[in-house]
């Protein structure tokens, strides 16, 4: 079966260092997400991307965060200069469709550590 | 306001038992899905019921929503050891741009013990 696959699974990175997340939706699909889960915490979205847009975006994805889709099988989430607050686990998702009858699927998601 | 709580937080079973999670929501949804956290792994999806349906089995799984309540429930029948995971609802919301928008609760660590 398909799979959304991330990279790395673990990043550990000093405070204001730019980080990039990496994911490879599933191929077919044309709509991708990020979310993060602080640990213990809910999981939460954090933006969705179509059609080489952002379609839409949480309070949480300020203007140190961007996302990008820069062949077509790449999605990655940047962040510019990485806080303390950071460190999650960050999924990715992808859909292959928008509807009433689409679940999500889910990488396996990279810790990141910010030091 | 938060979207999406379970309870019970912790739910501890023998194997073989039923597991009931619930989940409370705040807002209108287009469907209400329900998705598997194994430890240290990504959210796996379970089943999705529309917001125009009351209740929907798959294999052992069955899920109810009331939207009157905006609550639904998860029972897994004849639970297993490798049901052992963190279960999460989500408020599923179409987005004009584009795509949908997951809003998870807070989630029921399930333990099957043997």
């Known amino acids: 079966e398909p799979e959304v696959t991330q990279t790395p699974s673990h990043q550990v990175t000093q405070m204001g260092q730019e980080v990039i997340l990496r994911c490879v939706p599933i191929s077919n699909h044309l709509y991708f997400y990020w979310y993060r889960q602080i640990l213990g915490q809910k999981v939460e979205f954090l933006v969705s991307f179509y059609n080489n847009e952002i379609s839409e975006k949480s309070e949480i994805f300020d203007d140190q965060f961007s996302v990008e889709r820069p062949d077509g099988s790449n999605f990655t989430l940047k962040i510019r200069s990485t806080k303390l607050e950071d460190s999650a686990m960050y999924f990715c998702?992808?859909?292959?469709?928008?509807?009433?009858?689409?679940?999500?699927?889910f990488g396996d998601g990279t810790r990141l550590s910010i030091l | 306001s938060q979207q999406g709580e379970e309870d019970p937080q912790a739910l501890s079973i023998q194997e073989g038992e039923n597991a009931t999670m619930n989940c409370s929501y705040k807002t209108s949804i287009n469907n209400l899905q329900w998705y598997r956290q194994n430890s240290g792994r990504g959210l796996v999806h379970l089943i999705l019921i529309r917001s125009n349906e009351r209740e929907k089995h798959s294999g052992r799984l069955r899920v109810t929503l009331d939207t009157s309540k905006k609550s639904s429930s998860l029972l897994i029948t004849a639970s297993r050891a490798a049901d052992t995971a963190s279960y999460f609802c989500?408020?599923?919301?179409?987005?004009?741009?584009?795509?949908?928008?997951?809003?998870f609760g807070t989630g029921t660590q399930l333990k099957v013990e043997l």
């Open positions: 989500a408020t599923d919301w179409y987005l004009e741009g584009g795509g949908n928008k997951l809003t």
């Open positions: 998702a992808s859909t292959l469709r928008t509807g009433p009858d689409q679940p999500q699927h």
